[in-house]
């Protein structure tokens, strides 16, 4: 069975940074890929990021760019996420998702695989 658990979270002001972790077990890490979502109050989870089973490949929602960054470390089976430049509209919750299908620019989620997500509010 997949477990995920997301740390890193917390308050922030506008314009500073945190960084996301994801710890995994249950599964193969090494070969899944793996991604960030996030859902803030009253909105439907909307994808953040993702990274190939090897960290070769990265994608990010257009909003994210150049301001997040994933990355991952196989050997201790956690992914990150490093978010700068933070706004008060990226307050809301972070979830990880593991073993989605990347598959033409895009990240499938897979179901069941959601860790507890960790909160993240920044302030104005």
């Known amino acids: 069975q997949v477990q995920l658990v997301e740390s890193g979270g917390g308050l922030v002001q506008a314009g500073g940074s945190l960084k996301l972790s994801c710890a995994a077990s249950g599964h193969t890490f090494s070969s899944a890929a793996m991604a960030w979502f996030r859902q803030a109050p009253g909105k439907e989870r909307e994808f953040v990021a993702a990274?190939?089973?090897?960290?070769?490949?990265?994608y990010y929602a257009d909003s994210m760019k150049g301001r997040f960054t994933i990355s991952r470390d196989n050997a201790k089976n956690t992914v990150y996420l490093r978010m700068n430049s933070l706004r008060p509209e990226d307050t809301a919750v972070y979830y990880c998702?593991?073993?989605?299908?990347?598959?033409?620019?895009?990240?499938?989620?897979?179901?069941?695989?959601w860790g507890q997500g960790t909160q993240v509010t920044v302030s104005s």
């Open positions: 998702n593991a073993d989605g299908l990347i598959s033409g620019g895009r990240y499938y989620p897979a179901a069941g695989h």
């Open positions: 990274i190939s089973w090897n960290g070769g490949r990265v």
